[in-house]
């Protein structure tokens, strides 16, 4: 067997904006794909709600993004043969064809979260263990990372830097490292292309002032093809929506609205309503629908866009909260 992969591109990705992507869901001759006969294991991510619920619970936080997080839990040499790929040196078509082989878990092969989480855990289990001065750093390891995520508030930023120096070293028992720590207060740096904000469990996170907003994209009309949108609709909207307006482009564009927190909930349950009154008409997915509904779905589609400038305090304890004794 050997992995199908792809070039596909990621625009807003300092560190990989052009990447191989495997697709271990690609069907084989038999009908079977690698994901097709793997079991996905048990649950054992983090909730994304309560992570969330705890990083706005206290006045300072920081966040950390471990690097190559995935291709920090080695494979047992007895599953080698579910990870060879084929390669040309340079991609070049006249180059010798020659077998590879992955000796980590990738992303996109259906177990590997949860087989790198569970990796967290044991290594957070063993920090405990080993260097029970480093429990902080073992725990937020375990309770608030979310993927390659961690994000987690205390009550000082002395706090929030001990905290992110034990992470660190949990991480580093198991020859893992976090790319770099964002603290409240600060301007981010290797993580951020514009040097502002930073992409934390589907919302953005704006450090400096400590401001939680949305995470909105430029509206476009098309398919991301290997990653790459079409070009972003600029200017009055109407006549574009117009050739595209059909309930699977409305749905698509409220569907990316990802607010667990439901700090938009007045607006997106106006959406919602507008939504089902669509839905009442009983169209087909790619039937155009009548321009009677279209000045306020222009209208809903200007108010998406808008709500990226719509910003939350991270930290709902007031000012003047004393920490607790």
Not at 54 to 82: C, E, Q, S, W
Request: proline residues 5%.
């Amino acid at each position: 067997y050997y992995i199908p992969w792809r070039v596909v591109y990621k625009e807003n990705s300092l560190s990989t904006p052009c990447c191989m992507v495997f697709d271990a869901s690609s069907s084989t001759p038999g009908g079977d794909s690698l994901n097709n006969i793997l079991a996905k294991g048990d649950n054992k991510l983090g909730k994304i709600l309560d992570i969330l619920i705890r990083f706005r619970t206290k006045k300072h936080a920081f966040a950390g993004d471990i690097r190559m997080a995935y291709n920090g839990v080695k494979l047992l040499p007895p599953y080698y043969k579910f990870h060879r790929y084929l390669w040309k040196n340079d991609m070049n078509d006249d180059n010798e064809l020659e077998t590879y082989v992955l000796l980590t878990l990738i992303y996109g092969v259906k177990p590997s979260g949860q087989q790198t989480i569970t990796g967290f855990s044991k290594l957070a289990d063993h920090c405990e263990e080993a260097h029970p001065e480093h429990k902080n750093g073992a725990n937020a390891l375990r309770e608030d990372a979310y993927m390659d995520d961690i994000i987690r508030a205390e009550h000082t930023i002395e706090d929030c830097k001990k905290t992110s120096e034990s992470i660190a070293f949990t991480l580093g028992l198991g020859s893992m490292a976090v790319k770099c720590f964002t603290f409240s207060g600060t301007e981010p740096q290797e993580v951020s292309a514009d040097k502002t904000h930073i992409g934390l469990l589907g919302y953005n996170w704006l450090p400096k002032d400590d401001l939680i907003t949305t995470d909105i994209k430029d509206l476009y009309f098309g398919k991301v093809k290997r990653g790459k949108k079409p070009e972003p609709v600029k200017g009055d909207i109407s006549e574009a929506l117009r050739k595209n307006f059909t309930r699977r482009v409305l749905v698509g564009e409220t569907a990316q609205i990802f607010d667990p927190l439901g700090l938009l909930t007045p607006i997106t349950a106006k959406l919602k309503l507008d939504l089902h009154e669509l839905v009442s008409l009983k169209l087909d997915w790619d039937t155009k629908i009548d321009e009677k509904f279209l000045e306020p779905w222009v209208s809903n589609l200007v108010m998406i866009n808008e709500l990226r400038l719509v910003t939350f305090p991270r930290a709902v304890i007031p000012e003047n909260a004393k920490p607790r004794s």
